[in-house]
């Protein structure tokens, strides 16, 4: 169950949001119910009435695994006149589908015959329609048909080249449909049935919604990749860390999904998270395949195939797409379709093309496998290429990015409006060299060196990108670091200036090693004093400061992997008290959300409430946030 008290149940790149008696309503918002695929809204309502009132929930649902829930629900009755039956309510998710199936009992002694009406409809929404900040989009020309079939209904949506439908399957079909229509627009329908019930007898309805997307369909992973269920409780013999891991690794499997490859072959990756982010997201995909890399190699080859397949060719100002830059996120809704947000393919990520780097050699590291970064050297290359001219690094001697009135104004993984800003909470302004990228770009140049010596036979290459890579951390040792703070900025600013709000960013030089040791240490000891660690994690931005808000999305919050990422830098630079200490916070914090860790977390003292306080717009599950517990597991067997 969601915080927002609804059930969320997700299989194979679908997921439905429910209401606790398992009604669909046709919200908007933090928090929007319906059944999803492919991010589109294909079912908008689904309510269900018997004798012509809302039943009550004697068991109000609860999701029984990821892709199942069921509850309990009665029409009216009083202590002298109970209800004559009960519904048996059990709903489950798969690929692009919906099912329900309702079974009537009657509680009575003679016949009964029980009237049960579902009303139902869709909007086909797309997910950047329903989200909280009042956009609103033309979608002139889009027609909406529905027709009654012998089974059921059919939903169709229609805009210029765009087509998508839904289409609800009944056993058996309905007594009658209902409905209205005004001109070509379709509004909801309703089902209904006379359900004759012998004496203390029962009847059941089997109700599906097939899913129609435009484009390509969801499909059911294959049989070898079974789904693993988490742990709700503790397992003999295993530990919290270890009851994390296995959640984590369970979550990365329900938000697992199909893309196409480089060479155009069927890959499966982690998706970032729901219900905003069913999709490939460059920066999300690598760092959790990262993570899981001593784990499954497999999802890191998966991974940058499909990143490789979607790297930027030419240069369009609207997605911010430029030759050899990686994709920021990948979207297939009918916004993205016809150009209306920039999301379809859209490239504003500063990191993700030297993290792209940073993974392509950790497989080979890992695995030994030198046939991925043979086949990924032509990309490989293109995205160095990227970096040293449209990133930045020989015009401006850093990864910088601009912000993009269209998309997004931050274009590190603190992406939110304001999130890299000054001690005084001003908005740093571009171009924009933010910390945590110059560091992900040094260790991607000394990577791609290794590979480059020792996969590609190209010495001078190496020597080329090892001598880049040393004027990188010499400019960024004079420039970044703040003396009076002991601490580096959180970015410099257009006209050079450091941003100086103290910020999580600095852990991630220790990961990357663009830190001399001596910094790498008192930077992370720092960021375990009260004001940065909160007891559970540690805070984006740390207590105190004028921008600091604890409900914040960037500017306050803690961020799981934020802090994998950190301890990984803990590990690395041998700060093996300060890294067992943030490992138990995390760990902690995992197991009391029954070993999900959540999205984000709010930045409030560990010493406040018994429990972490939680982000109230967080995605659960969310892939790095799964892959955290993994992190933290190779980084306490690295110390």
Same mark, same amino acid.
């Given at each position: 169950?969601?915080?927002?008290?609804?059930?969320?149940?997700?299989?194979?790149?679908?997921?439905?949001?429910?209401?606790?008696?398992?009604?669909?309503?046709?919200?908007?918002?933090?928090?929007?119910?319906?059944?999803?695929?492919?991010?589109?809204?294909? @079912?908008?309502?689904?309510?269900?009435?018997? &004798?012509?009132?809302?039943?009550?929930?004697?068991?109000?649902?609860?999701?029984?695994?990821?892709?199942?829930?069921?509850?309990? @629900?009665?029409?009216?009755?009083?202590?002298?006149?109970?209800?004559?039956?009960? #519904?048996?309510?059990?709903? =489950?998710?798969?690929?692009?589908?919906?099912?329900?199936?309702?079974?009537?009992?009657?509680?009575?002694?003679?016949?009964?015959?029980?009237?049960?009406?579902?009303?139902?409809?869709?909007?086909?929404?797309?997910?950047?329609?329903?989200?909280?900040?009042?956009?609103?989009?033309?979608?002139?020309?889009?027609?909406?048909?529905?027709?009654?079939?012998?089974?059921?209904?059919?939903?169709?949506?229609?805009?210029?080249?765009?087509?998508?439908?839904?289409?609800? #399957?009944? !056993?058996?079909?309905?007594?009658?449909?209902?409905?209205?229509?005004?001109?070509?627009?379709?509004?909801?329908?309703?089902?209904?049935?006379?359900?004759?019930?012998?004496?203390?007898?029962?009847?059941?309805?089997?109700?599906?919604?097939?899913? !129609?997307?435009?484009?390509?369909?969801?499909?059911?992973?294959?049989?070898?990749?079974? /789904?693993?269920?988490?742990?709700?409780?503790?397992? &003999?013999?295993?530990?919290?860390?270890?009851?994390?891991?296995?959640?984590?690794?369970?979550?990365?499997?329900?938000?697992?999904?199909?893309?196409?490859?480089?060479?155009?072959?069927?890959?499966?990756?982690?998706?970032?998270?729901? *219900?905003?982010?069913?999709?490939?997201?460059?920066?999300?995909?690598?760092?959790? =395949?990262?993570?899981?890399?001593?784990?499954?190699?497999?999802?890191?080859?998966?991974?940058?195939?499909?990143?490789?397949?979607?790297?930027?060719?030419?240069?369009?100002?609207? =997605?911010?797409?430029?030759?050899?830059?990686?994709?920021?996120?990948?979207?297939?809704?009918?916004?993205?379709?016809?150009?209306?947000?920039?999301?379809?393919?859209?490239?504003?990520?500063?990191?993700?093309?030297?993290?792209?780097?940073?993974? $392509?050699?950790?497989?080979?590291?890992?695995?030994?496998?030198?046939?991925?970064?043979?086949?990924?050297?032509?990309?490989?290359?293109?995205?160095?290429?990227?970096?040293?001219?449209?990133?930045?690094?020989?015009?401006?001697?850093?990864?910088?990015? /601009?912000? &993009?009135?269209?998309?997004?104004?931050?274009?590190?993984?603190?992406?939110?409006?304001?999130?890299?800003?000054?001690?005084?909470?001003?908005?740093?302004?571009?171009?924009?060299?933010?910390?945590?990228?110059?560091?992900?770009?040094?260790?991607?140049?000394?990577?791609?060196?290794?590979?480059?010596?020792?996969?590609?036979?190209?010495?001078?290459?190496?020597? !080329?990108?090892?001598?880049?890579?040393?004027?990188?951390?010499?400019?960024?040792?004079?420039?970044?670091?703040?003396? &009076?703070?002991?601490?580096?900025?959180?970015?410099?600013?257009?006209?050079?200036?450091?941003?100086?709000?103290?910020?999580?960013?600095?852990?991630? @030089?220790?990961?990357?090693?663009?830190?001399?040791?001596?910094?790498?240490?008192?930077?992370?000891? !720092?960021?375990?004093?009260?004001?940065?660690?909160?007891?559970?994690?540690?805070?984006?931005?740390?207590?105190?400061?004028?921008?600091?808000?604890?409900?914040?999305?960037?500017?306050?919050?803690?961020?799981?992997?934020?802090?994998?990422?950190?301890?990984?830098?803990?590990?690395?630079?041998?700060?093996?008290?300060?890294?067992?200490?943030?490992?138990?916070?995390?760990?902690?914090?995992?197991?009391?959300?029954?070993?999900?860790?959540?999205?984000? $977390?709010?930045?409030?003292?560990? =010493?406040?409430?018994?429990?972490?306080?939680?982000?109230?717009? /967080?995605? /659960?599950?969310?892939?790095?946030?799964?892959?955290? *517990?993994?992190?933290?597991?190779?980084?306490?067997?690295?110390?």
């Amino acid at each position: 169950m969601t915080s927002d008290a609804r059930i969320q149940l997700v299989r194979d790149a679908t997921f439905v949001r429910l209401t606790t008696d398992g009604s669909i309503t046709g919200s908007r918002g933090t928090a929007p119910d319906g059944l999803y695929v492919q991010d589109a809204r294909h @079912l908008s309502r689904w309510q269900l009435t018997v &004798d012509g009132t809302d039943p009550a929930a004697l068991v109000p649902a609860t999701a029984e695994t990821d892709d199942t829930a069921a509850c309990v @629900l009665t029409p009216e009755g009083t202590r002298d006149h109970p209800p004559a039956y009960t #519904v048996f309510r059990r709903q =489950s998710v798969t690929a692009g589908s919906f099912t329900e199936h309702l079974r009537l009992v009657s509680n009575r002694p003679d016949a009964v015959t029980a009237r049960v009406d579902l009303t139902v409809d869709t909007d086909f929404a797309d997910l950047f329609e329903l989200r909280a900040d009042d956009r609103r989009y033309d979608k002139s020309g889009a027609e909406r048909e529905i027709r009654a079939t012998v089974d059921g209904l059919r939903f169709s949506y229609c805009r210029a080249d765009w087509h998508a439908g839904t289409d609800v #399957v009944c !056993r058996p079909a309905p007594d009658a449909v209902a409905g209205a229509r005004s001109g070509t627009r379709a509004t909801a329908r309703t089902l209904s049935w006379h359900v004759p019930l012998d004496a203390h007898g029962a009847a059941d309805l089997h109700l599906t919604v097939h899913a !129609r997307p435009h484009g390509r369909r969801p499909h059911a992973a294959p049989a070898e990749q079974p /789904s693993r269920q988490g742990t709700s409780a503790r397992a &003999d013999g295993a530990d919290d860390l270890e009851l994390a891991c296995e959640r984590g690794l369970a979550d990365i499997d329900l938000l697992t999904i199909p893309v196409s490859g480089v060479d155009g072959e069927d890959v499966r990756v982690p998706a970032a998270g729901i *219900p905003w982010f069913l999709t490939l997201f460059g920066r999300d995909s690598l760092l959790t =395949s990262y993570f899981l890399l001593p784990y499954r190699p497999s999802t890191a080859a998966a991974v940058l195939s499909a990143l490789a397949a979607t790297q930027g060719e030419r240069h369009d100002a609207f =997605s911010g797409e430029q030759p050899g830059r990686i994709v920021h996120e990948t979207r297939h809704g009918e916004l993205a379709h016809f150009r209306q947000v920039p999301y379809g393919r859209y490239y504003g990520a500063v990191d993700a093309t030297p993290l792209f780097l940073v993974l $392509l050699h950790a497989h080979h590291e890992t695995t030994g496998d030198t046939s991925l970064a043979i086949r990924l050297e032509a990309h490989a290359r293109r995205a160095v290429d990227w970096m040293l001219t449209d990133g930045g690094l020989e015009r401006h001697g850093y990864l910088v990015y /601009s912000p &993009d009135p269209g998309g997004l104004v931050n274009q590190n993984w603190k992406d939110s409006a304001g999130a890299v800003c000054f001690a005084d909470g001003t908005q740093a302004e571009g171009p924009v060299a933010v910390s945590e990228a110059q560091g992900y770009a040094y260790d991607a140049l000394l990577r791609t060196a290794e590979l480059a010596q020792g996969v590609w036979r190209d010495e001078a290459y190496a020597r !080329r990108l090892r001598e880049t890579a040393v004027r990188l951390r010499d400019r960024f040792a004079a420039d970044f670091w703040m003396a &009076d703070a002991g601490f580096p900025a959180l970015a410099l600013d257009g006209a050079g200036r450091q941003v100086d709000a103290l910020a999580s960013d600095a852990g991630h @030089l220790l990961w990357s090693g663009i830190l001399d040791p001596e910094h790498a240490r008192r930077v992370g000891r !720092r960021l375990l004093e009260p004001d940065f660690f909160s007891g559970w994690a540690v805070r984006t931005l740390a207590a105190g400061q004028r921008p600091y808000h604890p409900l914040s999305y960037h500017r306050g919050s803690a961020w799981p992997h934020d802090n994998a990422v950190i301890a990984l830098g803990l590990a690395r630079q041998g700060l093996t008290d300060e890294l067992h200490t943030l490992a138990e916070g995390l760990v902690t914090a995992a197991a009391r959300h029954a070993y999900r860790l959540p999205e984000v $977390l709010a930045g409030y003292d560990r =010493s406040a409430t018994a429990g972490p306080v939680p982000y109230p717009h /967080s995605c /659960s599950p969310q892939a790095w946030a799964a892959a955290t *517990p993994l992190a933290l597991k190779t980084a306490l067997a690295r110390s």
